[in-house]
C-alpha cells in the first residue's frame, strides 16, 4: 500500500477502528507487525488509554494490569516533538527500576525494537503510534521514518476528528486561562498573585474554579487538559 493512498483512505475511513486498520495494514506492508495508538485518558486525566493491534494478548493483558504505568514511552515521544526509536531511547543508559522492568517484560513477551511518533491534533491534542515487533532488524535499520510518521500523524487527524464530536471542551474564562498557563508553568499560588497582581486568596478561588470546570483535583491534571483541549500551549 502506497504511503498517499494509505492517507487518503484514512481520511476517508468511518471510524475509529478503520483508521488503526489502515494505518496497521500499512506498517505491516513496512515490516512492521504490531502498532499502539496512546493518548491522554478522558477519564482518568494524567493517564494515557492505549490501543492495540497486533501484539500478543499476554503482553496487552500485562500492560493493562499495571505495566502501563510504568511505559516512559508515549511522554518521551510526546516531550521531543519527534519519532524516537526505542532502542535508541535506552541505548547508553544504565537501566533500572520501573524501567528496566517494563523493558523485560516488554521482551519476554516478544515486544522487539521499533518506532515511537509523537502526532498532535487540533487545539494541541496530542497523542502518540507506536510500531514494533518487526520481521527482520533491516526493517528498523532502514525504515523510512517520515514516510512513517506521515502515516501516522494522519490517523492521528482523522481519530481527532471523531473526538471533536463526542467531547465537550470545557469553557474556561479569560482570567482562568492565564492563571491555568502559569499552573502548567509550574508557578506557585504565590508565583501567580505576583505576576497578575492580585491576592492569594483569589488566585485560590479561581483555581478551584477551574478545578470543578475540567473535572480533576490537582494542578497537573489540570495542565494535562488544559494542554489536551488547547485552551493553553506551553
Same mark, same amino acid.
Given at each position: 500500500?502506497?504511503?498517499?493512498?494509505?492517507?487518503?483512505? $484514512?481520511?476517508?475511513?468511518?471510524?475509529?477502528?478503520?483508521?488503526?486498520? $489502515?494505518?496497521?495494514?500499512?506498517?505491516?506492508?513496512?515490516?512492521?507487525?504490531?502498532?499502539?495508538?496512546?493518548?491522554?485518558?478522558?477519564?482518568?486525566?494524567?493517564?494515557?488509554?492505549?490501543?492495540?493491534?497486533?501484539?500478543?494478548?499476554?503482553?496487552?493483558?500485562?500492560?493493562?494490569?499495571?505495566?502501563?504505568?510504568?511505559?516512559?514511552?508515549?511522554?518521551? !515521544?510526546?516531550?521531543?516533538?519527534?519519532?524516537?526509536?526505542?532502542?535508541?531511547? &535506552?541505548?547508553? *543508559?544504565?537501566?533500572?527500576?520501573?524501567?528496566?522492568?517494563?523493558?523485560?517484560?516488554?521482551?519476554?513477551?516478544?515486544?522487539?525494537? #521499533?518506532?515511537?511518533?509523537?502526532?498532535?491534533?487540533?487545539?494541541?491534542?496530542?497523542? !502518540?503510534?507506536?510500531?514494533?515487533?518487526?520481521?527482520?532488524?533491516?526493517?528498523?535499520?532502514?525504515?523510512?521514518?517520515?514516510?512513517?510518521?506521515?502515516?501516522?500523524? !494522519?490517523?492521528?487527524?482523522?481519530?481527532?476528528?471523531?473526538?471533536?464530536?463526542?467531547?465537550?471542551?470545557?469553557?474556561?474564562?479569560?482570567?482562568?486561562?492565564? $492563571?491555568?498557563?502559569?499552573?502548567?508553568?509550574?508557578?506557585?499560588?504565590?508565583?501567580?498573585?505576583?505576576?497578575? #497582581?492580585? *491576592?492569594?486568596? &483569589?488566585?485560590? &478561588?479561581?483555581? *478551584?474554579?477551574?478545578?470543578?470546570?475540567?473535572?480533576?483535583?490537582?494542578?497537573?491534571?489540570?495542565?494535562?487538559?488544559?494542554? *489536551?483541549?488547547?485552551?493553553?500551549?506551553?
Amino acid at each position: 500500500m502506497e504511503d498517499n493512498r494509505a492517507v487518503r483512505r $484514512i481520511a476517508a475511513a468511518e471510524d475509529m477502528d478503520e483508521v488503526l486498520s $489502515i494505518a496497521r495494514a500499512f506498517y505491516r506492508l513496512h515490516g512492521f507487525e504490531a502498532l499502539s495508538y496512546a493518548r491522554p485518558s478522558h477519564d482518568m486525566p494524567g493517564r494515557t488509554d492505549m490501543l492495540f493491534r497486533g501484539f500478543p494478548e499476554a503482553w496487552v493483558s500485562s500492560y493493562r494490569e499495571g505495566l502501563d504505568r510504568l511505559d516512559p514511552f508515549p511522554a518521551l !515521544a510526546a516531550r521531543s516533538g519527534r519519532p524516537l526509536r526505542y532502542s535508541v531511547v &535506552t541505548q547508553g *543508559k544504565p537501566l533500572a527500576g520501573d524501567l528496566l522492568h517494563f523493558i523485560e517484560q516488554a521482551r519476554a513477551h516478544g515486544v522487539t525494537d #521499533g518506532y515511537i511518533f509523537p502526532t498532535f491534533g487540533p487545539r494541541q491534542h496530542l497523542a !502518540a503510534v507506536g510500531i514494533t515487533m518487526a520481521d527482520h532488524p533491516d526493517r528498523v535499520d532502514h525504515a523510512d521514518v517520515p514516510v512513517l510518521h506521515c502515516v501516522a500523524q !494522519a490517523a492521528h487527524l482523522r481519530i481527532d476528528q471523531f473526538e471533536e464530536d463526542v467531547v465537550e471542551r470545557p469553557r474556561l474564562a479569560p482570567r482562568e486561562v492565564t $492563571i491555568l498557563h502559569w499552573i502548567a508553568r509550574g508557578k506557585s499560588n504565590e508565583e501567580i498573585a505576583m505576576i497578575l #497582581g492580585s *491576592k492569594r486568596p &483569589t488566585i485560590a &478561588t479561581h483555581i *478551584k474554579r477551574i478545578f470543578i470546570k475540567l473535572n480533576v483535583s490537582d494542578r497537573a491534571a489540570a495542565a494535562v487538559k488544559g494542554l *489536551k483541549f488547547g485552551l493553553i500551549n506551553v
